[in-house]
Nanobody, 114 residues
Framework: VQLQACGGGLVQARGSLRLSCAAS????????MDWFRQAPGKEREFVASINWSGSIMSYADSVKGRFTISRDNAKVTVYLQMNSLKPDDTASYYC????????WGQGTQVTVSS
């Protein structure tokens, strides 16, 4: 599974961005999907996940109430809507597909200015 993440950019604090993660040449149906992030000098950390059907979502405490993960299986895309962004959200964001195996996309950079 080849994943492509996009939608990052530079935004001011309290702004919003929507990240997208799509699979190349195939559907994401049947895969649980996750977003992780990694800031410079820090370990990669979990941000949000959604199960294969889109019925169960979970979030890191640091983003609860601000970020929303969703999926559109018909368009083979998973989204991360990020609202009320903070400078601490600055990181490279990565999507992951899992079905017992794990597949990672390349990161997309999110920079939040104060």
């Amino acid at each position: 599974v080849q994943l492509q993440a996009c939608g990052g950019g530079l935004v001011q604090a309290r702004g919003s961005l929507r990240l997208s993660c799509a699979a190349s040449g195939r559907t994401l149906s049947g895969y649980g999907m996750d977003w992780f992030r990694q800031a410079p000098g820090k370990e990669r950390e979990f941000v949000a996940s959604i199960n294969w059907s889109g019925s169960i979502m979970s979030y890191a405490d640091s983003v609860k109430g601000r970020f929303t993960i969703s999926r559109d299986n018909a368009k083979v895309t998973v989204y991360l809507q990020m609202n009320s962004l903070k400078p601490d959200d600055t990181a490279s964001y990565y999507c992951r597909a899992r079905d017992g195996y794990e597949f990672w996309g390349q990161g997309t950079q999110v920079t939040v200015s104060s």
